[in-house]
């Protein structure tokens, strides 16, 4: 008995070495590269690094404080710009806007209004500081080295939601407990995890693709659970604007015509969009770069569109049918992030908990995979700024390229291990 709890203990001493390897490789790289983008900034402070931040900074805090300033008469909805979520994001947003007479200022007054800074700065720290916790929880359960942090908080992703202050922010932090408890043995952390899926959801929306997650282990009370809570959340507020429940009809236009709607018509446009993570924004800037005709664009465009909805359609089917835990949040990581919609570049945040897991069970992966997945984690976080084109970072591009292979390897892999389970008529579960 003694030899074999020895052996055990030997055995899973050499998993962790082989385990915290990787991780120190991917800690020391992404601080190189984050020492690469400090010294280029501070060499050159309006130079390639500078664009790491929208419009390179010259729009800081714009979600946040834009959003104070255009939603605080309670009438998000009245056409005064595209509102494209729930309202329960722009009733926190009005919250904010009570603490100053923003309906008397201009938006450049508000832009510099001490007290819109500051609550700008303490919500992202609230934020922020939740997403750390659910991170580094996330990172206990699965016995992997909290120091893996700071390689996701040196990201490019992270520094750009940063500086748009955006509620992303708060929704991926949701998510991230989400995915932590929606499995725990105890009744109140499953409760937690269904109420923060639900927030997650109406807060972005597209985080409600976590729940498919519930169906591995036929956990249908959670997940009646959280239907609920984001039922209440998503409509409620409703009553808090102007026009009330009149306003759902709205969000319905709104929403139908962002999944018709094409692609950008000119250059400017595109880059005050900002980076996405989207094939078919992607497809659509390589296209300009080649210098093709707007028409040979758009139907570029709205081809890849289609076939990223066929490509999510199978994603969804296969995180059904493999059992792999670390393959079911990995697929449906990469719905979330690049669903046709709104693909601002800060939707990466919900790739956070995806890279974490990764680091547990690797010697259940093969090397090959491994090192393939740590390249496309670095390509995927790196803050360096390559290059510039037509005051455009191109950087995005590469990330793009590199997540939309990783993510057609994941298809092939659970594709994989969904035949042979087939084959062998074997269910395992990790």
Request: overall charge positive; proline content about 3%.
């Amino acid at each position: 008995m003694n030899f074999l709890q020895n052996y055990t203990k030997i055995v899973n001493s050499i998993k962790n070495k082989k385990n915290s390897l990787y991780s120190i490789i991917f800690i020391v790289i992404s601080c190189i590269l984050f020492l690469f983008f400090a010294v280029g900034l501070v060499q050159n402070p309006f130079g390639p690094q500078r664009q790491i931040f929208y419009l390179g900074t010259d729009g800081f805090f714009g979600d946040f404080l834009f959003g104070i300033y255009i939603y605080n008469d309670r009438d998000p909805y009245s056409g005064k710009v595209v509102s494209i979520y729930f309202p329960l994001s722009y009733m926190i947003l009005n919250f904010f806007s009570k603490l100053d007479d923003y309906g008397e200022m201009t938006y450049g007054q508000v832009t510099n209004s001490k007290m819109a800074i500051l609550s700008g700065f303490f919500l992202i720290g609230f934020s922020v500081s939740l997403l750390y916790i659910s991170l580094i929880k996330i990172a206990r359960k699965y016995h992997v080295s909290p120091f893996v942090l700071v390689s996701i908080f040196l990201s490019s992703v992270f520094f750009c939601a940063i500086e748009r202050g955006n509620l992303i922010i708060l929704s991926a932090a949701s998510v991230g407990f989400f995915i932590c408890y929606y499995d725990s043995k105890k009744t109140h952390e499953r409760i937690l995890a269904a109420i923060c899926l639900a927030l997650a959801a109406v807060l972005k929306i597209t985080p409600v693709f976590f729940g498919f997650l519930y169906f591995q282990k036929k956990q249908y009370r959670e997940m009646f659970l959280s239907a609920i809570i984001a039922i209440l959340l998503a409509f409620l507020p409703f009553l808090y604007f102007k026009n009330g429940f009149d306003n759902v009809q709205y969000l319905i236009n709104v929403y139908r015509s962002t999944m018709q709607g094409g692609p950008p018509d000119n250059w400017y446009t595109i880059i005050e969009m900002g980076p996405q993570l989207s094939p078919s924004h992607t497809v659509q800037v390589i296209s300009i770069l080649l210098e093709l005709s707007y028409e040979t664009i758009t139907l570029l465009y709205n081809f890849i569109k289609k076939i990223t909805y066929l490509l999510i359609f199978i994603t969804i089917l296969f995180s059904f049918l493999t059992k792999t835990k670390y393959l079911k949040i990995s697929l449906l990581s990469m719905v979330v992030a690049f669903f046709p919609g709104i693909n601002t570049y800060y939707v990466g945040l919900y790739l956070f908990p995806m890279i974490i897991i990764f680091f547990s069970g690797m010697e259940k992966r093969s090397k090959l995979f491994n090192v393939f997945t740590l390249v496309i984690f670095l390509v995927f976080l790196n803050p360096y700024q390559i290059a510039v084109i037509y005051y455009m970072n191109i950087t995005f591009l590469f990330t793009n390229i590199a997540l939309t292979v990783f993510w057609l390897v994941l298809l092939m892999c659970s594709g994989m291990q969904i035949v042979t389970n087939f084959r062998n008529r074997k269910v395992v579960y990790a």
